[in-house]
């Protein structure tokens, strides 16, 4: 299976703020997604990444306040902008592979003040 | 809508066997996935299923029943390792899976 790093692993952040987080995987990967899990709860899909077009967000999600990148087929950036406390989560990043199989990256723990 | 239920928590001794149960009504069915998830780390995968029946692997093993929208992950031969939450998802329309809120499962020895 893929390997997948994420970057941070985790961050302390001021309201207000924004912070990037980044995910590459050692090879070329055409699905990615980004999730958020919030403490208890299970996993929540933001957005799928698609290589050279926009994400695309599910409902709740939106653009401004998470925008996302994905320069080509081994990295992407999600932003969480204008943080607020209840951005506190961990934010996942996963790819599909060959079998439908998503594989996740070891997530970023997000904590906002 | 879209619905997958699993228990909240379950507890177990070392050694025995325990059954994680998943039910789910999604408008698209095109697998379902059981993933684990220790505390503070990311979902590993265990086990992809598409057709019904049983499938081993090891000391897991992933049942599925399409027409009775049903699947249950078996974990035999219980280690205290093995306590961690249980992750049910199924694979809907356009690649997206949708998640159960997870099985909390406490081996005690």
């Known amino acids: 299976s893929a390997v997948i790093s994420q970057k941070p692993s985790r961050d302390i952040c001021q309201r207000g703020t924004s912070l990037t987080i980044q995910c590459q995987v050692d090879?070329?990967?055409?699905?990615m997604f980004w999730y958020r899990q919030q403490p208890g709860q299970s996993l929540t899909l933001i957005a799928t990444?698609?290589?050279?077009?926009?994400?695309?967000?599910e409902s709740g999600f939106v653009i401004d306040k998470f925008p996302i990148s994905r320069p080509n087929l081994t990295f992407s950036t999600l932003t969480v902008s204008n943080m607020s406390p209840e951005d506190s989560s961990i934010y996942l990043c996963?790819?599909?592979?060959?079998?439908?199989?998503?594989?996740f990256g070891p997530g970023t723990r997000l904590t906002v003040l | 809508g879209q619905n997958i239920d699993q228990p909240t928590e379950m507890t177990a001794t070392e050694g025995a066997i325990v059954q994680i149960n998943c039910t789910y009504q999604?408008?698209?069915?095109?697998?379902l996935f059981w993933y684990q998830q220790h505390a503070g780390e990311a979902p590993t995968f265990l086990s992809y299923?598409?057709l019904d029946g049983l499938e081993e692997k090891g000391r897991f093993s992933s049942f599925l029943s399409r027409s009775k929208g049903y699947s249950y992950l078996l974990l035999k031969e219980l280690q205290m390792k093995d306590s961690a939450s249980y992750l049910c998802a199924v694979d809907g329309n356009n690649r997206k899976l949708i998640w159960g809120l997870g099985t909390s499962l406490a081996v005690n020895p």
């Open positions: 090879s070329q990967v055409t699905m």
């Open positions: 990444a698609n290589q050279g077009s926009e994400a695309t967000y």
């Open positions: 299923n598409v």
């Open positions: 999604t408008s698209g069915f095109n697998g």
């Open positions: 996963s790819v599909e592979e060959q079998g439908n199989e998503q594989f």
